[in-house]
């Protein structure tokens, strides 16, 4: 029998394989990557930026969103998160002296985020474009780049650009504080343990066949996560996914939680999850049904979920916990007999202005 | 028969009463609270602050968002929106020298919140709090206050006092540029002509009595309407009202657009509406049904419709596009049987951490 260049037609196949390949992304990021990101991260401290924007779209801008928790965290500055609307609809040309200007792009050929990117330049940001795709228009736009090492990304679900991305950010501020990226090396081995539950994430994506709406919910730095989960489940199977951080769902959409809506948390070590925590009990007397990707002792608390292994650090926990959700996503889509590989209504570059 | 305090006893009377009385508090704003502001504009001038951080939470982190592009727009100075977390579950201490920091709420009572002020304050930022409760731990936290003149908001559904927030934004930054308020002065009759297209929002509630999910969308400045009335849908009618940004739409959230479930858009007059134009094609082409809150074109082309009055200002749009979107979440949940005016697991003040 022939095989094509695709590994397998199977649907899903690209996504699926592109999930499986994370940790050696991370370890090739980690291996042949950090003197790129510590002559970039000298380059900027040169600069002595004040304030940070970071602007992207889509799976990009959740990585932007942690980074911003990372930036205020590691570096002591404030960031805020850029709307290209405000360039490329409204004309606006801030003065953006001090500023660091951030664009986090898979392709780079957004054209919103390329204006954006230029604009700030001409109004005196130092701009930074951290791409997949080496010479694109973003790149050509701003004054430094930064590639992400994570080979041509073929699935139209972004997944491993968007580990490779979170990695890339958290490396680049770290080395700005004097880090040596210590921290990450158990990754890829941290990763690789995830995926290995992979099977049991295909037998919990039976329970969701049928759901037409989800909730995901996270705090602090399993914010993006929880974002990021519910734009891949949109994205691959169509269903109407919600994020909310913890506390913004007390703010109103608690109301519509109840018995028949899944709720999805993402509950990790440390502070963010601390802080999730008091949520857990109000979702239960809801009657919510509660998937939880996390601790083992709160896995142990909800409905279903899958337990992380120990010890991943707190700041790189968003790496491994959006695996189980990137494997639910696929699985349900390929339940419902949609190709998680062919979104209808998108290509794999966006252009929007 | 007997009246008591309460206007009405009927479901949602609090919510209905709320969002009639509208154009009073603008007026009331306009008429009472210009020397207030002008006073809180030069405040802020003497700083000269290089750029402004936005707290909020819920419906107010709507007019948080809505002021960060007023902010790039009228002022030419970055704006972004804080994360209450990085602070309080974090306990980030970011350099805020040349930092307004404004945190708006209608209670004044999040404890977040407050605990963001007070350290954004010790940390450098000068502080604003802009609340409806004169004397909260809020304005407390605060250097500067200013107040809404909404008075007491008694629904939990916030109406009022979200476009008293809106407006007292506009009217901050507008003075702070030289402006004297000229543009809002009709803003109370324009206020009073869409309230009279009520029985017509009525009318279309019942199409969406058994809907289960929603799609909102707008662009630009009309963004923050898609996303406040996405959170009325889903704080009153219990459906899963999702909002995008126009361009957010299309990096994603476009795969589930069909035609079982209704897009609900915001297309006014000016940039944002014409930036949103080329998505609607794609959803007629989605097969969605769409009902469009704008311009009379723009409701011409659409399935059903709300028209706005023609001359209301660009910037004050997002003051009149609400109104049919309260409207509706008022009408849903009336239709449904479920009062608006007490939501399941919510209260009027959120107490979040």
């Known amino acids: 029998m022939a095989t094509s260049d695709d590994s397998s037609t199977a649907i899903g196949a690209l996504m699926a394989a592109e999930v499986d390949e994370q940790p050696a992304v991370w370890a090739e990021i980690l291996d042949n990557g950090m003197s ?11 600069r002595q930026p004040r304030f940070v924007m970071l602007v992207a779209r889509g799976t990009s801008d959740h990585a932007a969103l942690y980074a911003k928790y990372l930036v205020e965290m590691l570096l002591g500055l404030p960031a805020g998160l850029a ?22 792009s898979q392709s780079g050929g957004s054209t919103d985020l390329v204006t954006t990117m230029a604009v700030g330049r001409a109004q005196g940001a130092l701009t930074l474009a951290i791409t ?31 580990t490779a991305q979170l990695l890339t950010l958290y490396l680049l501020l770290d080395r700005m504080r004097g880090g040596d990226g210590a921290e990450a090396r ?4 941290l990763g690789g343990e995830v995926l290995g539950a992979g099977l049991r994430v295909r037998d919990l994506a039976a329970r969701y066949r049928f759901a037409q709406r989800l909730v995901v919910t996270g705090r602090g730095l399993s914010y993006p996560t929880a974002r990021e989960a519910a734009l891949k489940l949109m994205e691959t ?9 913890g506390a913004d769902l007390l703010h109103g959409p608690m109301a519509m939680v109840d018995a028949q809506i899944p709720v999805l948390i993402v509950l990790s070590e440390g502070a963010g999850g601390r802080a999730l925590a008091p949520v857990v009990p109000r979702l239960h007397e809801a009657g919510a049904d509660v998937m939880c990707v996390g601790t083992s002792q709160a896995v142990a608390a909800a409905t279903v979920g899958i337990a992380l292994p120990a010890g991943v650090p707190e700041l790189l926990s968003p790496l491994v916990e959006i695996i189980p959700f990137q494997q639910l996503a696929l ?23």
């Not at 790129?36 to 040169?46: P, T």
């Not at 199977?237 to 951080?245: D, L, M, P, R």
């Open 237 to 245: 199977s169509y269903v109407a996914a919600q994020a909310f951080s």
């Open 36 to 46: 790129e990101i510590a002559a970039i991260a000298a380059a900027i401290e040169a």
């Open 186 to 189: 158990e990754l890829p081995a």
């Open 331 to 353: 699985h349900i889509a390929v339940a419902r007999g949609v190709d998680p590989d062919a979104p209808r209504g998108l290509q794999k570059v966006t252009r929007t202005v």
């Open 132 to 162: 997949n795709s080496p010479g694109s228009a973003l790149d050509a736009a701003a004054e430094l780049n930064l590639s992400l090492h994570a080979g041509t990304e073929r699935a139209v679900a972004a997944t491993k650009s968007y």
């Open 83 to 104: 709307s290209p609307s405000s360039v490329t609809v409204y004309g606006t040309r801030p003065d953006l002296r001090d500023v660091l200007l951030v664009g986090i």
